[in-house]
């Protein structure tokens, strides 16, 4: 059975004055109905621009998608028209952004946010609209929620607005929700709010799930399938357990190693991956990861691995993927 | 006399290198236009009591709006407390003058959060780490000063031609780095680190924590280690002080804390950090605080977490807890534990 949303092999690329840099460079995977996938790596790894790939709202004239393609539904989103693909945006592939503040416009009540987004599918009514965005705020529990339809972003709290923000995400029924560091701009009990009402909304309505983050522990949380981008590749994908059981690529087992962990006791010093992340206009020969990785080989300087499969529905980037150490 | 602790870093002391009592710092909400009036207070910081000792690390964590970069800030005299002693080497900082104070600013600094905003972008690194080289005139000669700003950036893991560079052209966590070293330069006892990881990747975070260890190390070094990520906060201090909306409700060893919490924030705040591991995550008690975190210039009456706390009854509205010695060395501001 065909996936929900299909990418295969997308390459997006900036023209800047250091050269070209290579954002995403020829990603591919799959989201299945209902599913939460987690989109994992640092800054500059090319998640976030994977997910604005995928609704094609990549930055122009700069940026552009210059290869591969993303089927949706059976449709590939990258050959739509600019009309027909915002009729997909918004509502049928919903998105969530990092900073709740900027995303919200500030000279716009909450009401006229949703019931905006209601019209302009043309879901809704005026009245019908009004109600619904109502619904949908007592839905993401807000309390109050008729009282709030008046109130402008800055009179809420972060949690608040991105609550506004995932209703707004819900209120065209979408079958997918791209969620960009939904809760990193969040204190940590709120975080659990969002993220336990994130999974109860995508369980209650069947909605699939993408979640992008760098945060290890809110993927461990959440997530059913997890994949790791390092400079603008996927360099590693399984299930949530047997990333975090098995991890099978050296950047992946230096994240988890560098990391303190609540759970285990407290270790004198922490294990960082050595040096920083490759400029992108400027990728070493080879696999990217190779001059900061503890396990090179010859190999690896000179031919980019490709992901393979190395386990059960494991797959990985790495050429001495199986002689890791546990 | 009590037994000299042992710290982390070997460092045995029983002395209380800061201390602070009955601190509070409001800042007054005011309206108009024209003239101003005031109309309100934002109780910040609300009654904090607690000591750092020589040589130990002691993490202050609380989510945002709970007064811990306030504390940090009142400590340094960078606020000035509305209310309240800050004592340091056991002089009473609040009662000095600015002139006063400068020579003791030497011996406490800081390094910020956030790395983009905390370094004057005109300047060169070298001028930045020199700068408070020449303030203090701790440097003869320019040569000296050079040589000392090289010797910083060395210690902090810059090569020393970083001291050319405009601060554009470094990563968060060189910056970071740059921020560290400038905190060193007058060879202070005393270091606030206010969220100094925070802004970072987490593979650039593991790097700047142990650097952070190691300078204590070497230096002898004290710190109040500031931040909200209870893992990070965990991994380096020695005891911790538990912050909600300007009060301390919790203090304990690390060990304590972490095991054994037993203020009702303590323990939803660390049922909340996501730990990287389904099959843990699996198993975990799961504590969701329900509400939100009200506002400091309306706070709540009696025990400031009583709306949100799964424990509370009724006279939780009316009396202010007292943070009181539950057990040895480890004090909780609640009386229903």
């Not at chain 1, 047997?242 to 270790?267: A, C, F, W």
């Amino acid at each position: 059975m065909a996936a929900l949303l299909e990418v295969r092999n997308v390459r997006t690329y900036f023209h800047t004055s250091h050269g070209v840099v290579k954002a995403v460079d020829g990603v591919s995977f799959d989201v299945r109905e209902g599913e939460t996938a987690a989109l994992v790596g640092e800054s500059g790894c090319g998640k976030t621009m994977t997910a604005l790939s995928i609704i094609r709202l990549v930055p122009k004239p700069q940026g552009s998608i210059v290869g591969g393609e993303i089927h949706f539904e059976g449709r590939n989103l990258l050959t739509l028209s600019e009309p027909e693909i915002r009729q997909i945006r918004g509502a049928d592939i919903a998105m969530i952004f990092q900073e709740p503040m900027t995303s919200l416009n500030p000279v716009l009540t909450i009401g006229r946010q949703i019931t905006e987004t209601l019209e302009a599918h043309g879901l809704s009514s005026k009245e019908e609209a009004r109600e619904r965005a109502s619904e949908l705020l007592r839905l993401v529990g807000i309390p109050d929620p008729d009282r709030r339809l008046s109130d402008y972003p800055h009179q809420l709290s972060g949690g608040m607005r991105q609550r506004v923000m995932i209703a707004i995400a819900l209120s065209c029924n979408p079958k997918l929700i791209l969620a960009d560091e939904p809760t990193t701009a969040l204190d940590v009990t709120i975080q659990a709010q969002i993220l336990e009402l994130m999974g109860q909304l995508s369980r209650k309505f069947g909605v699939a799930l993408m979640i992008i983050t760098h945060n290890l522990g809110v993927v461990a949380r959440y997530a059913d399938r997890v994949r790791v981008m390092y400079a603008g590749k996927i360099i590693e994908s399984a299930s949530a357990q047997e990333i975090y059981r098995n991890p099978r690529h050296p950047y992946t087992l230096g994240l988890l190693r560098s990391v303190p962990r609540l759970d285990q006791p407290r270790k004198a010093k922490l294990d960082p991956i050595k040096g920083q992340p490759p400029d992108l206009w400027s990728l070493p020969q080879g696999c990217s990861f190779a001059p900061r990785c503890k396990f090179a080989v010859e190999k690896c300087a000179q031919e980019a691995p490709p992901l393979r499969e190395v386990g059960n529905g494991h797959l990985s980037a790495c050429w001495v993927a199986e002689t890791l150490p546990r | 006399m009590a037994n000299p602790r042992i710290t982390s870093n070997g460092y045995a002391s029983n002395e209380h290198l800061v201390e602070v009592r009955g601190l509070r710092k409001y800042f007054p909400v005011l309206r108009g236009v024209v003239t101003q009036r005031v109309v309100g207070w934002v109780k910040a910081v609300d009654d904090v009591s607690f000591f750092i000792r020589r040589g130990e690390t002691l993490g202050l964590v609380g989510e945002s709006g709970c007064g811990k970069t306030t504390t940090g800030r009142c400590i340094l005299q960078l606020d000035r407390a509305t209310e309240g002693e800050v004592l340091f080497e056991d002089q009473d900082l609040t009662r000095m003058a600015d002139a006063e104070l400068r020579p003791l600013r030497r011996r406490m600094q800081i390094v910020f959060q956030d790395p983009y905003s905390s370094l004057n972008p005109r300047m060169t690194i070298g001028q930045i780490i020199g700068e408070p080289i020449r303030v203090h005139r701790m440097a003869e000669t320019d040569r000296d000063c050079r040589d000392r700003v090289a010797e910083l950036l060395r210690v902090v893991g810059l090569s020393p031609i970083m001291a050319e560079r405009y601060p554009h052209e470094l990563s968060g966590g060189q910056r970071q780095r740059v921020g560290i070293a400038r905190a060193l330069a007058l060879e202070p006892r005393f270091i606030v680190c206010d969220e100094p990881v925070s802004a970072l990747d987490v593979s650039i975070q593991a790097q700047i924590i142990n650097l952070l260890e190691d300078l204590q190390e070497r230096f002898s070094l004290t710190y109040l280690f500031i931040a909200h990520d209870l893992s990070v906060v965990r991994h380096i201090s020695d005891r911790i002080a538990v912050m909600y909306l300007g009060k301390v409700v919790e203090i304990a060893s690390r060990a304590e804390v972490y095991e054994n919490p037993l203020h009702p924030y303590t323990r939803a705040l660390l049922s909340a950090v996501p730990v990287p591991d389904p099959a843990a995550e699996a198993q975990r008690e799961r504590l969701v605080l329900k509400g939100e975190v009200p506002s400091p210039v309306n706070p709540p009456s009696g025990c400031v977490f009583h709306p949100r706390c799964p424990i509370a009854v009724e006279e939780c509205s009316r009396a202010v807890p007292e943070l009181t010695e539950v057990k040895p060395d480890h004090w909780v501001a609640c009386p229903r534990v």
